[in-house]
């Protein structure tokens, strides 16, 4: 069976080009975003490997939890979904959005690690030292680590800039071995 991402790619694009056409990236993302957590939610998981519910019913099912949040090509998206059996992977879908719209808009993400909690200050000054080392907007998530020790370790997509007292004192070790 394809891995979900490969699934969800197609259906993320096509997401993003509709709503880029038509300039609604924060609805869809607000729309995929709500249906990401009904879809995690344990008795819909259930009801969506039902196979005696027909897809419409699925569908349906999804749309009466959020009614009145989505609107008519969020509602029409959930059934094509449905009626592919495809509602399982509107994690990875929501996923794969954003990060096509991250792309579109210039934006990164980045997870910063910190040994202790972070204030507005330093977190601010940490976002614009990242903004100017990646030349592009910074959305940071933020949690805190005891095990570094000191110091904070940012990671960006695949790029991690380890500067904590933990790495710190690893590499030390190592150069004393050699």
């Given at each position: 069976m394809a891995e979900p991402s490969t699934i969800a790619r197609p259906y993320a694009e096509a997401v993003f080009?509709?709503?880029?056409?038509g300039g609604k990236l924060a609805d869809w993302s607000d729309n995929l975003a709500n249906l990401a957590l009904v879809a995690a939610d344990e008795r819909v998981r259930r009801a969506m490997g039902d196979p005696t519910l027909?897809?419409?019913?699925?569908?349906?099912?999804?749309n009466a939890v959020l009614s009145g949040k989505l609107f008519g090509d969020a509602e029409n998206f959930v059934r094509v979904l449905a009626d592919n059996r495809r509602l399982t992977v509107l994690d990875e879908i929501r996923a794969q959005f954003e990060a096509l719209k991250h792309q579109r808009e210039g934006v990164v993400e980045a997870h910063v690690e910190s040994a202790f909690p972070l204030d507005d200050a330093?977190?601010?000054d940490l976002v614009a030292r990242i903004g100017k080392h990646t030349g592009r907007k910074v959305k940071a998530s933020v949690?805190?680590?005891?095990?570094?020790?000191?110091?904070?370790?940012?990671?960006?997509?695949?790029k991690v800039i380890d500067a904590s007292a933990r790495a710190q004192l690893a590499a030390l070790e190592s150069a004393l071995k050699s």
């Open positions: 080009r509709l709503a880029d056409a027909s897809a419409a019913k699925i569908a349906g099912m999804f330093q977190l601010a949690s805190v680590d005891k095990e570094l020790i000191g110091g904070v370790r940012v990671t960006i997509g695949d």
